[in-house]
């Protein structure tokens, strides 16, 4: 799922970029008399700088598509986002334990029904504007306790101040009763990442509880851009997370043995 004109697997590498995909290109042969005019004997050929990532991606690209790993579903407004997770959520929960939910969407925290919209233009004559926003409904919370109770349910915390990052973190745990929240500072979040997760006593809370630290466990997740310039953290939260998500099923199947 994913925000319609957002990025997206494998051509993220070239959309929202300051390289645009078209320098990657070039002509063979004879080139186009004008650019409504093509020659005939032109054809479109990649520069051979750009061939070996181009390459890699293509290849990746085409394993997903013919193996058919990767199914892609828009959504446009928080609504459209809302209703689809549900139906997506409730289709998977006959996978039961085996389904992970990577929940990564920035969700705004306020949006304007559509019964509140304006039919037209807003008009600018009487000056200032004032605006009355409803909370975004929360979606955790029938997530785990209704559409998928068996699901390996991921969420993300974003933050600017440091020190709310943790707490906030628990909070939602204790709240929802997931497995993981991923934390991240706004400043950071390319490199630095805190993975919370409960431990078997942690408790359950009501919204605005403290949470007491014991019940759960916080392991942070680094890179060194320096070092490696070209990585990016995900491929490493991905790889924590599937390790995370067999231990948890292995875990069930022993305790039910």
């Known amino acids: 799922m994913h925000r319609q004109f957002s990025l997206q697997p494998f051509s993220r590498h070239y959309s929202h970029s300051t390289h645009p995909f078209l320098d990657f290109l070039d002509f063979d042969g004879s080139e186009p008399t004008s650019a409504g005019e093509p020659s005939a004997a032109a054809h479109i050929v990649v520069r051979p700088a750009e061939r070996a990532q181009l390459l890699?991606?293509?290849?990746?690209?085409?394993?997903?598509?013919?193996?058919?790993?990767?199914?892609?579903?828009?959504?446009?407004?928080?609504?459209?986002?809302?209703?689809?997770?549900?139906?997506?959520?409730?289709?998977?929960s006959q996978l039961g334990r085996s389904c992970l939910y990577y929940l990564a969407a920035a969700v705004s925290d306020f949006f304007l029904p559509r019964q509140r919209m304006s039919e037209h233009k807003i008009q600018s004559g009487k000056g200032s504007l004032h605006i009355e926003m409803d909370q975004v409904p929360k979606i955790l919370k029938p997530l785990v306790a209704e559409w998928t109770r068996e699901g390996y349910i991921v969420s993300f915390k974003l933050e600017t101040d440091e020190a709310l990052l943790v707490p906030k973190a628990r909070?939602?745990?204790?709240?929802?009763?997931?497995q993981v929240v991923i934390g991240n500072d706004l400043h950071?979040?390319?490199?630095?990442?805190?993975?919370?997760?409960?431990?078997?006593?942690?408790?359950?809370?009501?919204?605005?509880?403290s949470v007491p630290g014991e019940h759960y466990e916080e392991s942070w997740l680094r890179i060194d851009l320096e070092q490696h310039p070209?990585?990016?953290?995900?491929?490493?939260?991905?790889?924590?997370?599937?390790?995370?998500?067999?231990?948890?099923?292995?875990?069930?199947?022993?305790?039910?043995?």
């Open 171 to 178: 909070q939602a745990l204790a709240r929802y009763g997931h």
């Open 56 to 92: 890699d991606v293509l290849a990746a690209y085409k394993d997903a598509q013919n193996a058919g790993t990767l199914l892609t579903l828009t959504f446009v407004t928080v609504n459209d986002y809302l209703w689809l997770l549900r139906a997506v959520s409730q289709e998977l």
């Open 188 to 209: 950071r979040r390319k490199f630095e990442v805190v993975f919370v997760s409960p431990k078997a006593s942690a408790p359950r809370a009501d919204q605005g509880e």
């Open 230 to 257: 070209q990585k990016e953290i995900e491929e490493d939260i991905v790889s924590e997370l599937v390790k995370r998500h067999q231990a948890w099923i292995a875990a069930a199947s022993a305790a039910s043995a």
